[in-house]
Each structure stands twice: as structure tokens, then as C-alpha cells.
């Protein structure tokens, strides 16, 4: 096991153990027994940035963190700019560092254009972080998946999007939204007929290549 510091912005993580976030399973008493146990950092369910721009109850409730040690990471979803303008104000002043959930598959969630369906929307994504960016006072992490299904595996793309944008870290699910949970998570991707012709291309130049070195050694 190699365990390092992690600096996340300008929050440094005692390890690089980082707990997922799992909605329905990472609330405050699970939270508390993984820090016991010497996760370097938790995080909170994902919440609703709606739900935190109309002031719901219940979504406030998932963010308590009363006696918790930290640094703590609370993760907000949505891809409406107000609202997720709105609610990394409001997650700075409790957080130290604020996810913003590019990844999640549930069906009510993505019907809205939330989570895993940014992927399909890359100008939406750096609007998202540039502005979830400007108006957090903690470091802003992205969470996203390699992409939408195998047709559209946008990792690299979004990644670069997503640090242009201004966030100090990205974690990728190495599965696409069409897996959900299924197979094992994987950060290669299958072979596409149009991934096939790049690779092919590839190896190609990479052989012509190998022989003209060859011809001036
Ligand atoms: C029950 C459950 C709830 C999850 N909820 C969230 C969530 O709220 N936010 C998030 O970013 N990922 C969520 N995930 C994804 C995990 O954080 C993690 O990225 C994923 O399970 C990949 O890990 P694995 O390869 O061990 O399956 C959830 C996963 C599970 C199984």
C-alpha cells in the first residue's frame, strides 16, 4: 500500500484514501467510523442543488456534519447554472471542499440533464465548474464517468474541460452510464469501429516509424 499526503487546492489530505461517495450509504455515522478507521478524506451524499436553492429541509439535513472530524467534501448535483451558483455559496461555508457529481446514472437524476448526462454536453460542463468555481471559497472536485456509453467516451475531453475550468481535482468512474454498476469498473475503453480506425492508424505510423530509425542507425 503506498499512502502519500494529497493536496486537493489548497486542503492537504493526511493520506490518499478517499472514501466514495454513495448515495443512501456515506451519512454521518459511516462517515464517522471510516475517519476512525484513517480514511484521509469523506464525503457526503450528493444533494440536490435545487433542492438546496429552495431551501429544502431534508436536502439541508444530509449536509450536517456536527462533530465530524475533518476535511470533509460534501457533493452537490445539477445543471442548472443559478442553482449550482447558488449552492456552492452556500456548500463553501460548510465544506472544505466542494464535488460536483458529473457521474450519476439514476434515471431521475439524468431525466433532468443531471449527472452522467452532462457528458453528453461538454460546453455545459466547463459553464457548471467555471461557475460553481467562482462562487466557492474551497477547493471544486469533479466526479465524472469515462462517458455516456461506448459511443462517446469523453474522459480526456471533459478532464482538460473540466481543469480549464478551474477545478483542483477530477475522480473518473471507470464505467460509462449505459454500465451503471455492471462488469468491473475499467478506465480503458472497448474498442468502437471509429477507436479502431484510430488505433489502427496508430500502430501503422508507430511501424513506419520503427523503420525509418532503424534505416539511420
Ligand atoms: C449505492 C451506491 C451509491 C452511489 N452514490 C454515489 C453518489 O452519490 N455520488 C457519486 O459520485 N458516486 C456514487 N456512487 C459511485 C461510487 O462512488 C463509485 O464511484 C463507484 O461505485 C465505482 O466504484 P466500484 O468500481 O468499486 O464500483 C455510488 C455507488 C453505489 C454502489
Not at 449552492?87 to 440533464?113: F, R, T
Not at 480503458?188 to 525509418?212: A, D, E, M, P
Request: charged share 30%.
Amino acid at each position: 500500500m503506498y499512502l502519500n499526503q494529497l493536496k486537493i487546492g489548497n486542503i492537504t489530505l493526511p493520506n490518499n484514501i478517499i472514501l466514495a461517495p454513495m448515495a443512501g450509504i456515506t451519512d454521518r455515522a459511516f462517515r464517522k467510523t471510516c475517519k476512525q478507521y484513517g480514511v484521509g478524506l469523506v464525503c457526503t451524499e450528493m444533494v440536490s442543488s435545487k433542492g438546496l436553492y429552495y431551501k429544502d429541509e431534508k436536502t439541508k439535513q444530509i449536509l450536517n456534519t456536527q462533530g465530524e472530524q475533518r476535511p470533509i467534501s460534501m457533493q452537490i448535483f445539477g445543471s442548472d447554472i443559478e442553482t449550482m451558483g447558488y449552492s456552492a455559496k452556500y456548500v463553501s461555508e460548510l465544506a472544505d471542499i466542494i464535488d460536483i457529481n458529473m457521474g450519476c446514472p439514476a434515471p431521475k437524476v439524468v431525466k433532468n440533464g443531471d449527472g452522467s448526462k452532462l457528458l453528453l454536453n461538454l460546453d455545459l460542463v466547463e459553464e457548471i465548474v467555471r461557475e460553481v468555481v467562482q462562487n466557492s471559497k474551497v477547493p471544486v472536485s469533479v466526479k465524472i464517468r469515462k462517458g455516456w456509453d461506448d459511443e462517446n467516451i469523453v474522459a480526456v475531453e471533459v478532464a482538460k474541460r473540466i481543469e480549464k475550468a478551474g477545478a483542483s481535482s477530477i475522480t473518473i468512474h471507470g464505467r460509462t452510464r449505459q454500465e451503471f454498476y455492471s462488469r468491473k469498473s475499467r478506465l480503458g475503453y472497448h474498442q468502437t469501429s471509429k477507436t479502431k480506425r484510430i488505433h489502427s492508424r496508430h500502430r501503422k505510423r508507430r511501424y513506419q516509424n520503427k523503420r525509418r530509425c532503424k534505416k539511420h542507425v
